[in-house]
C-alpha cells in the first residue's frame, strides 16, 4: 500500500499563493487514481482533483482554474498549486490514493491517506 506525506500548507493572505506537495511512498506507479481532497472547518470533505496515473486532472467546478494538480513520475511527488487564495479555501487539504479503482471520480475507492498540511487564508 502507498503512504503519502503532504506539505507546502501556511497561513496567506487573500489573493496569494500556496504550492502543496505529496510525497507517495514508494512510488506513484503503485497507484491508479491520485487525488486531492479538503476539509473546512465545520463542513464535509470535498474533492478538489482527481487524476488517473498520468492522466489529466479532473477538478470539481468550484476550482474555476484556481488550483492546478500535477505529478513528478520520477520524484514521486503530487503538486497543487494554488493561485487566488480566499478566505473560504481554508481547509485541511489532503492527497489521496487508490490503488485499484478504475473510477477515479469514486471518492471511495481511495484508500491510502496523508495526514494533511492546514491552509489558512485571511481576509
Known amino acids: 500500500q502507498v503512504h503519502l506525506v503532504e506539505s507546502g500548507g501556511g497561513s496567506v493572505q487573500a489573493g496569494g499563493s500556496l504550492r502543496l506537495s505529496c510525497d507517495v511512498i514508494?512510488?506513484?506507479?503503485?497507484?491508479?487514481?491520485l487525488g486531492w481532497f479538503r476539509e473546512g472547518p465545520g463542513k464535509e470533505r470535498e474533492r478538489v482533483a482527481v487524476?488517473?496515473?498520468?492522466?489529466?486532472?479532473s477538478y470539481s467546478d468550484w476550482v474555476t482554474g484556481r488550483f492546478t494538480a500535477s505529478q513528478d513520475n520520477a520524484k514521486n511527488v503530487l503538486y497543487l498549486q494554488m493561485t487566488n487564495l480566499q478566505p473560504e479555501d481554508t481547509a485541511m487539504y489532503y492527497c489521496?490514493?487508490?490503488?485499484?479503482?478504475?473510477?477515479?471520480?469514486?471518492?471511495?475507492?481511495?484508500?491510502?491517506w496523508g495526514q494533511g498540511t492546514q491552509v489558512t487564508v485571511s481576509s
Open positions: 489521496a490514493a487508490a490503488e485499484t479503482c478504475v473510477d477515479c471520480s469514486l471518492d471511495w475507492c481511495y484508500g491510502a
Open positions: 514508494p512510488e506513484i506507479q503503485r497507484a491508479n487514481c
Open positions: 487524476a488517473k496515473r498520468d492522466g489529466d486532472p
